[in-house]
Each structure stands twice: as C-alpha cells, then as structure tokens.
C-alpha cells in the first residue's frame, strides 16, 4: 500500500544507517521532506552504498548527537527556520551497547552510554519534537524500541532497560496529547538485518533465529513500512500502541 507524503515534513533521527536509512528512503519515495540526522559527516560513513550515499545528499541530511541537549537545539533551530513545521518524526537513534555481560557485572560508564542515547536522547528529542507539534496542532511520532523492552533479554540488560523506558516515554505522551492532534507510537522490532546485527557473533545470531516462529530474521525495510503506515491517515486512531515487529516472538 502506498501514502501520499507530499508537503509533509519528516524527521528521522539516526537516517544513516539500517532501519532509520530504510525510513529515510521509504518517505523520500513517498515524497516527504525529510530530515536525516547522525553523528558523523557523509564522507566518514563507509558502510554506506553509493545509492545510500546518493539518497542522503539528496534529503537533508544534518548532523545531530541525540544525547547532546546543545546539538538538539541546533537542529530544532534549524528546522524551525528552514521549515516552519514539523509532521511527522522517527526517533531511530540509538546503541545496542554492551553485549553479553549480566547486569552485576555492567559498569557505570556501560550504562550511562546505553542510557544517555537511548533515553535521553530520545527524550530531548521529544521535547522538541512535542513543543512544535503542540503549537502547530497536529503531529505523529514514533519511537524506535525493541521486543527487549517487552520482555526479559539475556542479550544485554541495558539495552533491554533503555527499550522499556522508551515505551514507558510513548505511552505517557501518547496520553498527554491524544487531545492535541498529535498521536505517539513505538514499533519494537525483533532481530533485523542492520549493521548493528551484523556485530552480534554468530552463536547468538542463531540463538536469536531458534526463537523466531517464522525461522528467519526480518529486514528493514519492513519496519520503515510499518512506521509510514502508522504516521500515515490510515492509522489516525492508533496512539500510545507498542507494535512488536518480530515474525512472531512476542506470540
């Protein structure tokens, strides 16, 4: 199914790289303008395809570290100026963080990293994000967390934390703003192709596949469907939701 995007302005934070870059190109095909933040310049990216590469030179592509309330500043400035609205945005960035150590052996700095990122981060950004949108009227959000902020992780305990704050988040500015035009989402994926899986070693890849009711592991761009879907008019009466992604973990 297709949605008509045009004259809709979109911010996707974390855009150059896996689920958050499949979010850039699925609304810039669907004729949004988007805004795609990360923390490194283009030429540092090597992971990058030259059409990845291409795509982002041709939206506009900002540098933003989410943790960083001075750089969040900026960039709301930015887009306040250059854009006047704000539609729709995609709170994408975010670390896995320390994998394989159980919580008494996670050390203070381990946890600030997952914490600072994924929960502050995501927290500035709504901030920003809920004080535009609050004064325009209108707006959709969603937050980009995990099936391990649904349930127990053996994988990394923080990062399972930082998953359920996030929720937490959406689900209490889902309420706080059902009444103001502006509708709150999580979409919480299961193990995704991404280059952030492609670290994971191969015995747990496998372990994480064995769980997997549909026996394989799901790709990107099935997320970034799923998130226009929800930020689209077909979804106008869904906030405050948490939707597992996950070939039917979570059943």
Known sequence: MSY??????VLVTGGNSGIGLACVKKYNDLGAKVIATGR??????EHLTIEEKALLEVVDYQLCDVADAKSQDILFEYIKNNYGKLNIAVNNAGITGVQGKK????????????????VRGVWFSMQHELRM????????IVNLSSVAGLKGSLVSALYGMSKFA?????RSAALEN??????????C???IETPIFDTVSAELKQRLLNIIPMGRIGEPTEIANYIAWLTSDEAVFITGTTLAIDGGVMA
Request: charged content about 20%; some cysteine; aromatic content about 6%.
């Open 4 to 9: 008509n995007f045009n004259d809709k302005v």
């Open 40 to 45: 490194r310049e283009l030429n540092e990216m």
């Open 103 to 118: 919580i008494s052996e996670c050390t203070l700095d381990e946890y600030n990293e997952v914490m600072d990122i994924n």
């Open 133 to 140: 949108m609050q004064a325009q009227g209108y707006g959709a």
């Open 166 to 170: 996030v929720n937490g988040l959406t």
């Open 178 to 187: 059902a009444k103001l035009g502006i509708r709150v989402n999580a979409v």
């Open 189 to 191: 994926p299961g193990a």
